[in-house]
Nanobody
Framework: QVQLVESGGGSVQAGGSLRLSCAAS????????MGWFRQAPGKEREGVAS???????TYADSVKGRFTISKDNTKNTLYLKMNSLKAEDTGMYYC??????????????????WGQGTLVTVSS
C-alpha cells in the first residue's frame, strides 16, 4: 500500500520561496510517475509538476521557470521547490504517485495514491 506524507507548506509573501516534501513508501511500480497537484479555494484541482521513474520532469505552463520538481531515491522523497511565488499559487498542495500512464498538460495522469496535502498561502 502506497503512503504519501507531505510537509513544508506555510505562509509566505509574494516573491518568496518554499520547498515542499513528500515522503513516500510502499510503491513497487517498475515504471512510475510522481507529481504535485494543487487546489485553490473554490477551484478544481490542477496539476503542477510531475517526474517519472526515468527522471523526466514536466510542468504546467503556470509554474514553468518558477517551480522545480525533484526526487531523492535514497530517501524515497519527492520535492517541489517553489520560487517567485504569487498570490495565485495559494492552495492545498498534494503529492500523488502511480504507475506511469502518460502526461497531459505537463502532469502525469491516472495517479492513484494521494497524500493528505499541505497548505501554501502566498500573500500579496
Amino acid at each position: 500500500q502506497v503512503q504519501l506524507v507531505e510537509s513544508g507548506g506555510g505562509s509566505v509573501q509574494a516573491g518568496g520561496s518554499l520547498r515542499l516534501s513528500c515522503a513516500a513508501s510502499g510503491y513497487t511500480y517498475s515504471s512510475y510517475c510522481m507529481g504535485w497537484f494543487r487546489q485553490a479555494p473554490g477551484k478544481e484541482r490542477e496539476g503542477v509538476a510531475s517526474i517519472n521513474s526515468d527522471g523526466k520532469t514536466t510542468y504546467a505552463d503556470s509554474v514553468k521557470g518558477r517551480f522545480t520538481i525533484s526526487k531523492d531515491n535514497t530517501k524515497n522523497t519527492l520535492y517541489l521547490k517553489m520560487n517567485s511565488l504569487k498570490a495565485e499559487d495559494t492552495g492545498m498542495y498534494y503529492c500523488a504517485a502511480g504507475p506511469y500512464k502518460g502526461v497531459i498538460a505537463g502532469v502525469c495522469i491516472g495517479l492513484d495514491a494521494w497524500g493528505q496535502g499541505t497548505l501554501v498561502t502566498v500573500s500579496s
